[in-house]
């Protein structure tokens, strides 16, 4: 069993900056492909990024080139730097884990755990 726990959302305005954190339990949370995701108000879930357990990062095209995801093994947390934010980026962001290594990065059923989410919202 893995408990995700996420931190760090908050209220901040158009063009700022906010790192989400996420912890994780588990004593092989290098071995778990991490990823990050979101849903807005009347939206499905979407996918923002994941970084592997081998390091390697994908983003959504809406995030890329303002968010950064990264991980810290000797902690159990992954984080997730976002830059630039805009209104849109509105949303409760979620944590997950990938115990087995699927390859369809971007799918909400490659993660196995998900955290309780955290609240983001960008006022313009």
């Known amino acids: 069993q893995v408990q995700l726990v996420e931190s760090g959302g908050g209220l901040v305005q158009a063009g700022d900056s906010l790192t989400l954190s996420c912890a994780a339990s588990g004593r092989t949370f290098s071995s778990y492909d991490m990823g990050w995701f979101r849903q807005a108000p009347g939206k499905e879930r979407e996918f923002v990024a994941t970084?592997?357990?081998?390091?390697?990062?994908n983003y959504a095209d809406s995030v890329k080139g303002r968010f950064t995801i990264s991980r810290d093994n000797a902690k159990n947390e992954v984080y997730l730097q976002m830059n630039s934010l805009k209104p849109e980026d509105t949303a409760v962001y979620y944590c997950?884990?990938?115990?087995?290594?699927?390859?369809?990065?971007?799918?909400?059923?490659?993660?196995?755990?998900w955290g309780q989410g955290t609240q983001v919202t960008v006022s313009s």
């Open positions: 997950a884990a990938d115990l087995v290594g699927y390859s369809d990065y971007s799918s909400r059923t490659k993660y196995g755990y």
């Open positions: 970084i592997r357990r081998s390091g390697r990062t």
